[in-house]
């Protein structure tokens, strides 16, 4: 790398102002990071890739640097921000970045609406767009070690300073072919998706099995490792698994013993958690959450409209040249028959595109013909 490409690793206060300088003249910015997230609950932020025409900027927050400031900064300033499958770096940024870098691009996004997968990786985009093939050999690296070698700060280079280029040819067929506003209406519920006030039950496989008193044991229980895990900044099937979970839901033990005696459950466990858990499980107040409908089985009728509604999906995919899964998953038209809130399909480019046929073939049918009781 040379030029244009030059990485330049960022570990000074002095060398943040003369990144911080190149940053503010960039007319747009590509970022990615890496994390570590193997022991803790949050992800362990090592290092922020930033390209501009100047370079690649390596920042790394583990040395002393006024991160904060580069924080705010990328948070008030109008640069488009150049990102590839954004969701995981929206959620390591966030404790520095107040909100979400904005204007948000996700060039995943755009992919999937020039009818790539909806799920296609940085280094294919690459090869597509620049013909580049990129060097994946340092994949499995530990971003948390310092020094970072030549070899990890080249790799992460590579992350951004092809993400310009790509976008550049994107935006032309995204503007070529009307879908800029379909881009930006997507990157729109993305910034607004963070998960964080996601219940902690629904995090727990297998829960909505539950039901009665067993449901709301469990979800205290959720509630109560979810808030350990925090403080403890330690994964939550390191303080106690799914599995395990849902069978103290079930047997809802009384005394140490019993829990003591519960295949799989670890005796550090029962010393450490044993009379919380078992206060819990005896607590007479709970109550169960609201669980989300769960989808009814769907009588012939019901399969034979499923079916109509998917190869509509897919016809009206190929002629808009986008990701039939993007444009509607098998849940969200199984929601239209049984939801009682409106799929993402009846709102936006979507609906323009097939969302508006759907409801119009669903509003044929009665609900009674289409899910078994």
């Avoid at 993400?163 to 997507?186: D, H, I």
């Avoid at 399969?303 to 986008?322: P, S």
Wanted: charged fraction near 25%.
């Amino acid at each position: 790398m040379s030029g244009a490409e030059a990485v330049r690793l960022v570990a000074t206060r002095a060398a943040c102002a003369e990144a911080l300088e190149a940053i503010e003249r960039a007319p747009q910015l590509a970022i990615d990071t890496e994390f570590m997230r193997v022991d803790t609950y949050y992800p362990r932020f090592c290092l922020l890739q930033i390209a501009t025409p100047d370079g690649a900027w390596c920042i790394d927050p583990l040395a002393d640097l006024d991160l904060p400031a580069l924080g705010a900064w990328l948070a008030a300033t109008r640069q488009p921000k150049l990102m590839h499958a954004a969701r995981q770096d929206l959620e390591v940024l966030g404790p520095l970045v107040t909100g979400t870098p904005q204007p948000l691009v996700d060039t995943q996004i755009a992919a999937a609406l020039l009818g790539l997968s909806d799920q296609i990786a940085y280094a294919a985009v690459v090869e597509q767009y620049c013909g580049v093939v990129i060097d994946k050999s340092q994949t499995r690296t530990d971003w948390s070690q310092r020094p970072l070698s030549a070899e990890q700060l080249r790799y992460a280079a590579l992350d951004v300073i092809y993400l310009p280029p790509v976008w550049e040819a994107m935006a032309n067929e995204l503007e070529t072919q009307g879908k800029m506003s379909w881009l930006e209406e997507e990157c729109a519920r993305l910034r607004n998706g963070r998960d964080d006030a996601v219940p902690a039950w629904q995090r727990v496989k297998g829960l909505t099995q539950l039901e009665g008193r067993a449901l709301a044991v469990a979800a205290a229980l959720a509630e109560w490792r979810e808030d350990l895990a925090r403080s403890a900044d330690r994964p939550r099937n390191w303080i106690l698994r799914d599995d395990l979970l849902l069978l103290l839901a079930r047997r809802q033990p009384q005394r140490i013993a019993e829990l003591a005696e519960l295949q799989g459950l670890p005796p550090a466990t029962v010393r450490r958690h044993g009379e919380r858990l078992l206060a819990i499980c005896s607590d007479p107040a709970l109550s169960s959450p609201a669980l989300p409908p769960r989808a009814p089985r769907l009588t012939p009728e019901g399969n034979r409209l499923l079916a109509e509604c998917q190869q509509l999906v897919r016809e009206r995919a190929a002629a808009a040249k986008v990701a039939p899964t993007l444009l509607a998953a098998r849940r969200d038209l199984e929601q239209l028959f049984w939801g009682e809130t409106p799929p993402r399909f009846a709102s936006g480019w979507r609906a323009i595109v097939v969302g508006e046929e759907l409801l119009a073939l669903r509003g044929r049918h009665r609900r009674e013909d289409l899910c078994q009781p």
